[in-house]
């Protein structure tokens, strides 16, 4: 592992440095933690307030049928319980009569070792907490929904450092719900309530991440509050079929879209576009519904015309 070791001044005075005192050499992690993206330690140490998003009416509390027990996963050095809970009805707020949505509640938090030498853990940092509200298209399964909903985390809400372990630990917890048995076929809202926890690395041990998911059931039991610090409201990606599907068969919903060239090939993998396939929302560029799924785990707009799940939909 690459180590970098922090110089100080040779003219500072003996006594402000301390002869004998000795520095702990910064690894590359502890450097990257640093400057990570959800680092906010420099503005609570100086007074100022972390900007906070007001979550909409009817959104904050968990309703719905239980899609069975908390679910509990751990990969690397995270951790996380997720609860999934199913609705016929969708929220307040939503866009129209009849609309679709995932709506997902997820709140992580940085622990360490205890600086006090006691065996355990303790968070180091200020739980983040984020809500966001996903727009199921009206071609859209539940199900092919929640896996692209929980790909387009990574960018919007995860920490650089640990987007890959949070992105496995959301494969493991809702792999169980990715299919139509589990969800029932009436149900419009999907609410999905995640509790992870990061153990920084060179505290990792299996005791420990014991200790964290003691600490993450507690937290669990907490109320959700009214204020976040990510808020948005997105639109998820539409299935769709090549035209020369349609033939010989009931004749496909009216809002499903198609695509007019039967011989045209993904942008992304090169590969003809034949089956398995979704139309980014709002411009309606078509991919495999793998490559989008890869996509949102890197960035939320559409590779050939940058628009973002969080756009606008024009009517």
Not at 26 to 33: D, G, H, K, P
Not at 70 to 99: D, L, Q, W, Y
Not at 173 to 178: D, E, F, M, T, W
Not at 255 to 266: F, G, T
């Amino acid at each position: 592992r690459s180590q970098f070791v922090v110089y100080v001044d040779v003219d500072m005075d003996a006594e402000e440095m301390g002869e004998d005192e000795e520095y702990e050499p910064l690894t590359e992690e502890s450097l990257v933690e640093r400057y990570d993206s959800d680092h906010g330690d420099e503005d609570e140490e100086a007074g100022v307030d972390m900007a906070l998003v007001a979550a909409p009416a009817g959104l904050i509390v968990p309703d719905g049928v239980s899609l069975g027990p908390p679910r509990f996963a751990a990969v690397k050095n995270t951790a996380g319980f997720m609860r999934i809970a199913a609705a016929e009805a969708a929220t307040t707020g939503s866009h129209h009569e009849g609309s679709r949505e995932i709506v997902v509640l997820y709140r992580y938090t940085r622990f360490s070792r205890t600086w006090s030498g006691r065996r355990g853990v303790e968070a180091c940092r200020r739980t983040k907490m984020h809500w966001l509200r996903f727009a199921v298209p009206p071609a859209g399964d539940m199900a092919s929904s929640l896996a692209w909903a929980g790909a387009s985390l990574s960018p919007l809400i995860y920490p650089g450092l640990f987007r890959r372990e949070l992105r496995d630990l959301w494969s493991g917890l809702a792999a169980p719900a990715v299919t139509a048995a589990a969800i029932p076929p009436g149900a419009a809202r999907l609410q999905v309530v995640v509790d992870a926890g990061i153990l920084r690395r060179e505290d990792h041990t299996a005791e420990r991440m014991e200790h964290m998911r003691g600490a993450l059931e507690d937290i669990m039991g907490e109320a959700w509050p009214e204020y976040y610090h990510v808020g948005m409201e997105l639109n998820l990606p539409e299935p769709v079929r090549r035209r020369e599907d349609d033939g010989g068969g009931a004749p496909p919903p009216a809002k499903r879209r198609r695509i007019v060239a039967v011989e045209e090939e993904c942008c992304l993998c090169l590969d003809p576009l034949e089956s398995g396939l979704a139309a980014w929302p709002g411009c309606g560029h078509v991919f495999h519904g793998g490559c989008v799924e890869e996509t949102l785990a890197g960035r939320e707009t559409c590779p050939l015309c940058r628009h973002k799940l969080s756009d606008a939909l024009v009517c």
